[in-house]
């Protein structure tokens, strides 16, 4: 496979939520050819202007002695790999600014010579005024959609939110009692 040297994600995954974004994330970036940004939902191409706080949670645990080791082994990278540290220091100090797609293709400059690409969920509900900038200045990029039964994806978000606590269990067991919720 040919290594890309375009500045700019090669792939934008658009999954929708509970749809293995996080697994397809977890193969790529253990991958040789890859580099990824070390967040999953990097989500700059939404219409919040919070869409980086990830970013700096990242940074600030990166930055703190006792915790770097343990968070590049997480991003699984070389210890004298500085791209993840760069990068989150490059997005951080994009917090409130406007979408831009100029900036959002720099963002992509630490994947070197690698493959590389943004997934975060909540792309699934772009805006069509986005996706038709991301056409025009992104043309070779490629998109890729997942998606999932849509029950199994309600189920396996039921049952996310019931191993943090957010539904009890009597809830999930009573059809009246998990209408009435």
């Not at 890729?144 to 191993?163: N, T, Y």
Request: aromatic share 8%; glycine share 4%.
């Amino acid at each position: 496979m040919p290594l890309s040297r375009d500045i700019g994600p090669d792939f934008i995954c658009a999954g929708m939520p509970k749809a293995a974004t996080g697994w397809l994330f977890d193969q790529l970036k253990h991958h040789p050819d890859f580099w990824l940004p070390p967040t999953k939902e990097i989500s700059y191409l939404s219409p919040s202007t919070t869409r980086v706080k990830s970013a700096e949670k990242w940074l600030v645990q990166l930055e703190r002695p006792e915790k770097a080791n343990r968070l590049r082994r997480w991003a699984n990278r070389r210890p004298d790999d500085t791209r993840d540290l760069d990068f989150l220091k490059d997005m951080t100090s994009r917090i409130g600014q406007s979408m831009d797609l100029a900036i959002y293709r720099s963002l992509f400059r630490f994947k070197e010579n690698a493959l590389s690409g943004d997934l975060s969920s909540g792309y699934g509900a772009l805006a069509p005024d986005v996706l038709s900038q991301l056409q025009t200045h992104l043309p070779h990029t490629k998109i890729i959609l997942l998606v999932r039964d849509p029950v199994e994806r309600a189920w396996s978000h039921l049952s996310m939110w019931h191993r943090v606590g957010h539904i009890e269990e009597g809830v999930l067991e009573c059809p009246d009692a998990f209408v009435n919720s």
